[in-house]
């Protein structure tokens, strides 16, 4: 992603100030785990900067639409995505002190430019919207595992492996295994 830089005007450096910036950024693809998030249409973004007397606050939001890849069935899935963007930029350049109750890697310090690259903020609120795991419906059937077939449209007509229904399950040479325990439903004591 391209750097999307706003300047802090100079009235903004007086404690309680604020100033509004807002834009469109192109994503194009994403890779988030295993899944590829392509974004036809830009993302619109807005943010507010606040001068907090030691720091410059930006909270916002993001919002597109993105498309992917079912996890069970492959078929094509749009979500809308709507992100909450915020950072926290240090006034005082190297010198700055951060504040006890923030850890390092929750603020930055405001680069000596003056200017807030917000595409790392943007790319993580983003990434934080996107599912872990993609559905195009909470019921999703998935794919055949033999032939492959959508079983959303419908069964496939695959015959079931072998004469015994676990004859295709790897684990059922462990059905039978005695485990020292209570029988297992449907054995003979």
């Known amino acids: 992603m391209e750097p999307i830089k706003i300047a802090i005007p100079n009235e903004l450096f007086s404690p309680a100030e604020m100033a509004h910036f807002d834009g469109t950024v192109d994503m194009g693809v994403m890779k988030a785990g295993p899944d590829l998030y392509t974004f036809a249409a830009p993302l619109s973004w807005s943010v507010d900067v606040t001068n907090t007397g030691d720091a410059f606050l930006v909270t916002g939001t993001v919002e597109g639409d993105a498309r992917t890849?079912?996890?069970?069935?492959?078929?094509d899935v749009d979500l809308p995505v709507t992100g909450?963007?915020?950072?926290?930029?240090?006034?005082?350049?190297?010198?700055?002190?951060?504040?006890?109750?923030?850890?390092?890697?929750?603020?930055?310090?405001?680069?000596?430019?003056?200017?807030?690259?917000?595409a790392p903020l943007i790319e993580a609120a983003v990434r934080l919207e996107v599912p872990l795991v993609p559905l195009c419906r909470d019921d999703c059937a998935g794919l055949c595992a033999t032939c492959g077939a959508n079983l959303n449209d419908g069964p496939c007509?695959?015959?079931?492996?072998?004469?015994?229904?676990d004859a295709g399950n790897p684990f059922a040479v462990l059905?039978?295994?005695?485990?020292?325990?209570?029988?297992?439903?449907?054995?003979?004591?």
Do not use: S, T
């Not at 079912?70 to 078929?75: E, F, M, S, T, W």
């Open 69 to 75: 890849a079912c996890a069970r069935c492959l078929d």
């Open 84 to 118: 909450e963007i915020e950072g926290y930029f240090l006034i005082g350049g190297e010198d700055a002190e951060a504040p006890e109750d923030m850890d390092e890697d929750e603020f930055d310090l405001l680069p000596a430019d003056n200017k807030i690259d917000l």
């Open 157 to 165: 007509g695959c015959e079931p492996a072998g004469d015994e229904p």
């Open 175 to 189: 059905k039978g295994l005695d485990l020292g325990g209570a029988p297992a439903a449907g054995d003979a004591e």
